[in-house]
């Protein structure tokens, strides 16, 4: 039924500018009734850092950035839902126009710039929530602040009372500098700073599982200091991966290809599933592993899997597919 009514809606959003009508998306998200997805089956559970997903699908960071559809996200037949990147200050992030669609292609690229409400907004609405589900927190730095690594430990201290988890967030390519978190020196005191903050937290509450997402654009080099400091500091896991600032020689929207931002959808399968295995080869099962990146089938979900991850997540392809798309990958997995 959300399927079909997508389908006869994608035509108008496709004439709107990309950011408006994924605002308009959100606006219908929390206005209309939306019908509670049927239980999943038993087989599409899966445990993974102390969690019971009741099925591997969830829905990325970004789509969300504000906590305003949590709950009819979960409606939809998500197993799990990120919301953020949250910084603690409110922010605009960069002008627009910022997101632009590469339809030959079914990418999409973003500069956003770390745009969201803030801490306290968005605290206020995951505390008025009524629904339940795994929620995960994506927090991130504001761009001006000169300690960023205090932004990170600070929201994690903040959403601790709400969040099932949390992620780190080092890697979007919109932020000056943010990648420079990834590097050894600059990733331990972040890890080492963001751990102590959790585990402040859980002195009054419950143990948050705590994880890294990083870019595909790295080097093997660089990956193995990453795995080496997230097995260092003990994190619970990691997610691979968020866009890639480079540009595949198949794109079809070569204009449209050469705005700056990240880009995500199916471009940026093959990319992050190779980082992906090459992430899950040298972690070697010790913490699972969030499979993110160009997932637009139960094939590219599978693909996910067997290349290492426990879970999953979706964004850009909902864009092209619609809400449907989340059953589909469901049924096929199943």
Known sequence: MIGAAFALIRPRLFRMDPEEAHEATLSALRSLPIPPALPDPASLGVKAFGLDF??????????????????????????????????????????????????????????????????????????????????????????????????????????APVASYF??????????????????????ELLGRAVEARDTAALIGPRRP??????????????????????AHKLDGMIVSNTTISRPETLKERETAKEAGGLSGAPLFE????????????????????????????QTAKAKLDAGAT????????VYKGPGLIKQIKKGLR
């Open 210 to 231: 705590l994880l890294l997402k990083i870019a595909p654009d790295i080097t093997m080099f660089e990956l193995d200091d990453i795995v080496d400091r997230v097995l």
């Open 54 to 159: 009741p099925n591997p699908v969830g829905v990325a960071a970004g789509f969300d950035k504000n906590a305003e559809v949590v709950d009819p996200l979960f409606k939809l037949g998500f197993g799990f839902v990120e919301i953020g990147s949250v910084t603690p200050r409110p922010q605009e992030g960069n002008p627009r126009p910022r997101l632009f669609r590469l339809p030959a292609d079914e990418g999409v690229i973003n500069r956003f710039g770390f745009n969201n409400q803030g801490h306290a907004a968005v605290l206020a609405r995951l505390k008025a929530r009524k629904g339940r589900g795994i929620l995960g927190v994506n927090v991130g730095a504001n761009k001006d602040s000169e300690d960023k690594a205090a932004d990170y430990a600070a929201g994690i201290i903040v959403f």
């Open 311 to 318: 879970l999953v997540q979706l964004y850009s392809s909902l």
């Open 167 to 188: 992620t780190l967030n080092i890697s979007s390519p919109n932020t000056p500098g943010l990648r420079n978190l990834q590097k050894r020196e600059a990733l331990d």
């Open 271 to 298: 990319l992050s599933t190779q980082v992906l295995a090459e992430t899950a080869r040298r972690v070697g099962g010790r913490f699972p592993l969030v499979g993110v990146g160009g997932i637009h089938s139960a």
